[in-house]
Structures are given as structure tokens and as C-alpha cells.
T-cell receptor
Framework: AQTVTQSQPEMSVQEAETVTLSCTYDTSENNYYLFWYKQPPSRQMILVIRQEAYKQQNATENRFSVNFQKAAKSFSLKISDSQLGDTAMYFCAFMSEGGSEKLVFGKGTKLTVNP | NAGVTQTPKFRVLKTGQSMTLLCAQDMNHEYMYWYRQDPGMGLRLIHYSVGEGTTAKGEVPDGYNVSRLKKQNFLLGLESAAPSQTSVYFC?????????????FGQGTRLTVV
């Protein structure tokens, strides 16, 4: 069974600085998808970034980028120029290419951006 | 566009009562999902549907039933609520299988069973 581990329950960063959230996962599959979701206090789950395992190039979305290390099964999220609106819970998630429909989530990292 | 709408947003139930959570999406998505979110456990899949008239069990289906009679609606039912079902419930939908297309989430339903 796949598992997703986020080893940092809480993190904080100063506004305008850069922060990296860690995520590791365990799978025996070769093709899969990885995601980072943001959950602000409003509770809304928002997709931040998505990575396809067969693509070696790291995904980027504006200030958000990932460092995908397939061999190490690592998928970290870097937030550049942090903004107060980035304060939220961040969840790393995994989904296999075939088989189960299940999105497997990590337990989340609570990020606080300080002014 | 409303996206994914969940009704109700909050609910308190007594043990043994029943209720139905409604999820509606206006994006013509084929796939719909129900997740529950518990403190310190991330989200876990309860049931899902890959199209109108179809449903399937997820990771934690016990105590829940679902129906997808119309493509735009996915209902989650609790026949006899238990305190262990106190949680925040999220509905999600996607055009195709999540992974190949983005899943959009509703704003959640906070359910408390006393």
C-alpha cells in the first residue's frame, strides 16, 4: 500500500522569504501522480501543483515549485517570496496511474507566514 | 460557476440518527468522490463514483452509503450515526480520473455526532 509522509507538522517563515516543505512517499509503482494541496482556514482544498512521475522536469506554478526526486521518493514544495496569504495547511498527495482511485494524503504541514 | 457545492456546511447529530450529505457539481464531471478529514490524519476516501449510476468503495466505507442517480449529484448517507463519524467531509469531482485531470473540492461539511 502506498503511504505519504510529511515529517514537518508545523513550519513558519517570514514574509518574502523562501520555505521548503518536505514530503516522502512509498510505492512500488513506476507511473503515478503527486500533488500539493493548500487548505487555508476557509477549509477549501486548493490544488497548488501537480507532478507526473514520468516527467523528469520539476513542475512550477509561479512562486511554487517542486523538487521531485523519483529514486529517493521525495517530493518537496518550495514557496518563494512567501506571502501572508500562503498561511495554510499543506497536504502532499499521491495517486497511482492505474488501479485504485484513491488519493493518498499525508498528514499535512501547517505553514504560518509571519509579517 | 459554483463548482462543487456541499450541503449542509455544518450539522450536529445525535447517535443513531440518520442524515444525507449532498454534493452538487456544475462542471459536467464524470468522477465524484467523498473524503473524510480527521485531525492529524489527512483525507481518506470513503466512496467514489466513475459515472452516473455507479459507485464504489474507498478506503473507509463502513457506516456510509452513497448514490449517484444524477451525474451532477453525489449523495453520502449515514444510516445510524456514531461518534466515530464526527469529522469534516469533503466532496470532490474531476472530469476524468484524478491525476490526469484536476480534482475540485467542495468547502466541506463539519459533522458532529454526540
Amino acid at each position: 500500500a502506498q503511504t505519504v509522509t510529511q515529517s514537518q507538522p508545523e513550519m513558519s517563515v517570514q514574509e518574502a522569504e523562501t520555505v521548503t516543505l518536505s514530503c516522502t512517499y512509498d510505492t512500488s509503482e513506476n507511473n503515478y501522480y503527486l500533488f500539493w494541496y493548500k487548505q487555508p482556514p476557509s477549509r477549501q482544498m486548493i490544488l497548488v501543483i501537480r507532478q507526473e512521475a514520468y516527467k523528469q522536469q520539476n513542475a512550477t506554478e509561479n512562486r511554487f515549485s517542486v523538487n521531485f526526486q523519483k529514486a529517493a521518493k521525495s517530493f518537496s514544495l518550495k514557496i518563494s517570496d512567501s506571502q501572508l496569504g500562503d498561511t495554510a495547511m499543506y497536504f502532499c498527495a499521491f495517486m497511482s496511474e492505474g488501479g485504485s482511485e484513491k488519493l493518498v494524503f499525508g498528514k499535512g504541514t501547517k505553514l504560518t507566514v509571519n509579517p | 460557476n459554483a463548482g462543487v457545492t456541499q450541503t449542509p456546511k455544518f450539522r450536529v447529530l445525535k447517535t443513531g440518527q440518520s442524515m444525507t450529505l449532498l454534493c452538487a457539481q456544475d462542471m459536467n464531471h464524470e468522477y465524484m468522490y467523498w473524503y473524510r478529514q480527521d485531525p492529524g490524519m489527512g483525507l481518506r476516501l470513503i466512496h467514489y463514483s466513475v459515472g452516473e449510476g455507479t459507485t464504489a468503495k474507498g478506503e473507509v466505507p463502513d457506516g456510509y452509503n452513497v448514490s449517484r442517480l444524477k451525474k451532477q449529484n453525489f449523495l453520502l448517507g449515514l444510516e445510524s450515526a456514531a461518534p466515530s463519524q464526527t469529522s469534516v467531509y469533503f466532496c470532490a469531482s474531476s472530469y476524468f480520473r484524478t491525476g490526469r485531470t484536476e480534482a475540485f473540492f467542495g468547502q466541506g461539511t463539519r459533522l458532529t455526532v454526540v
